[in-house]
């Protein structure tokens, strides 16, 4: 009988001491948010699984100094550029514009657009408007193939990265992102 009292005891003593110090998450994930929206989550990385799930698209990954390489659920493989700064991370989303005017540009002078309504316009003055809306200056960098944009108002002087391919222009825009503020409930 004394038996079933400690052991009785003891199970209540490891009940209280869970309850009152909370369970702990074996979960080595890391949750990361654009820096407009830090309470929602738009990244998991986790590091122990492979598994990288951005915008509530699955992959599995490695990594390296500077890319998240990434495979997703049918097997096509790409890298998405991303840099340290202490506790926030640059994510550089790719997106691919086409040029919209007669035959193939020999520089990224003119109005390119995508399929989701973004646009870019470069002049040959160093003068570019993004979506429409932004305008600003550029200088382009050919040895590391980026483009400084400096914003009139609105953003800060922005570096992407691009490529030009006959009449894709492909850009790599840097997403600031911070560790995520609070648990959703989703």
Known sequence: MKKNRFFTL???MALLLMVMTGCKSDSTAELWSYIHAPEETVLTIDEAKKSFIFENVSYSFTKDDNFFNLRNASGAESKMRYVMEKDKMLLYKTTSYTYQGEGTPANICGVWNNDQNLSFEFNELGEFREDG???GYYTINEADSTIKLVYN????????YYSLEGNTLTI??????VHT???ETK
């Not at 108002?153 to 992407?160: L, Q, R």
């Not at 790599?172 to 992102?177: A, F, L, T």
């Open 133 to 135: 809306y932004f305008p």
């Open 10 to 12: 003891v199970c209540l």
């Open 153 to 160: 108002d609105h953003f800060e002087d922005t570096v992407i």
């Open 181 to 183: 503020t609070a648990q």
């Open 172 to 177: 790599e825009y840097p997403w600031p992102m």
